[in-house]
T-cell receptor, first 112, second 114 residues
C-alpha cells in the first residue's frame, strides 16, 4: 500500500503558535496533497506539491517534500482557533493518476 | 464550498440491505472518485469513474459497485450491507488529465448500518 501515515495523531497548541505535521508514504509518487477536514465532513484541498518540488508556500502554510525519505511536512504558522480540524496527506502514485491514497490524519486543536 | 453535492446526507440501514448513494460532480468535471472514511480514519479509495466506466479500484469487494451517467453524476451501490460498512462516504470530482490534479470533495453521506 502506498498509504501515507501522519504524525503526530493529535496535536494541541495555543493560538499564535506554529503547528507541524508530518506524513510518510511508501511508494514513488507524482504528487502529494494536504487536506483539511472539519467535524467529519467534506475535505478541503490545501496545497499540492509535486515530486520534483521540495518546498511550497500558500499563505500561512508551508509544505516540504523529501522524496528520498518518502516524507512530507505541513507547517501552519501563527495558528488560529479556526485552524482546529483534522489534516490529511494524500499521495498520487506514479501509476495511479488522479487516484489518491490518504493517511490516517493529524487532529489539530488550537486553543484560544 | 465546492460544487459537488451528495445525497442523502444521512442514512440508516440494517445488515443485509442494499444502499445507493448519489453524487453530482462539479460543472466541467468528467471524473468521479468515491472514498469510504471510517470514524477516526482517513478516506480509503473505493473506485473512480471516467467516461461511464470504472477506471481503477481500491481494495473493496465486488458488492461495492458504481455507475457514472452521461452528465457525469455518479452512484455508489453497496449490496449485502455489513456493520463495518458504517462510515462517511465521500465523492470527489475532477477533470481527467488536469495537470493541476485538483479534486473537489462533496460533504459526504453518513451511512449507519445496524
Amino acid at each position: 500500500s502506498q498509504q501515507g501515515e501522519e504524525d503526530p495523531q493529535a496535536l494541541s497548541i495555543q493560538e499564535g503558535e506554529n503547528a507541524t505535521m508530518n506524513c510518510s508514504y511508501k511508494t514513488s509518487i507524482n504528487n502529494l496533497q494536504w487536506y483539511r477536514q472539519n467535524s467529519g465532513r467534506g475535505l478541503v484541498h490545501l496545497i499540492l506539491i509535486r515530486s520534483n518540488e521540495r518546498e511550497k508556500h500558500s499563505g500561512r502554510l508551508r509544505v516540504t517534500l523529501d522524496t528520498s525519505k518518502k516524507s512530507s511536512s505541513l507547517l501552519i504558522t501563527a495558528s488560529r482557533a479556526a485552524d482546529t480540524a483534522s489534516y490529511f496527506c494524500a499521495t498520487e502514485g506514479v501509476n495511479n493518476f488522479n487516484k489518491f491514497y490518504f493517511g490516517s490524519g493529524t487532529k489539530l486543536n488550537v486553543k484560544p | 464550498e465546492t460544487g459537488v453535492t451528495q445525497s442523502p446526507t444521512h442514512l440508516i440501514k440494517t445488515r443485509g440491505q442494499q444502499v445507493t448513494l448519489r453524487c453530482s460532480s462539479q460543472s466541467g468535471h468528467n471524473t468521479v472518485s468515491w472514498y469510504q472514511q471510517a470514524l477516526g480514519q482517513g478516506p480509503q479509495f473505493i473506485f473512480q469513474y471516467y467516461r461511464e466506466e470504472e477506471n481503477g479500484r481500491g481494495n473493496f469487494p465486488p458488492r461495492f459497485s458504481g455507475l457514472q451517467f452521461p452528465n457525469y453524476s455518479s452512484e455508489l451501490n453497496v449490496n449485502a450491507l455489513e456493520l463495518d460498512d458504517s462510515a462517511l462516504y465521500l465523492c470527489a470530482s475532477s477533470f481527467f488529465l488536469d495537470p493541476r490534479n485538483e479534486q473537489f470533495f462533496g460533504p459526504g453521506t453518513r451511512l449507519t448500518v445496524l
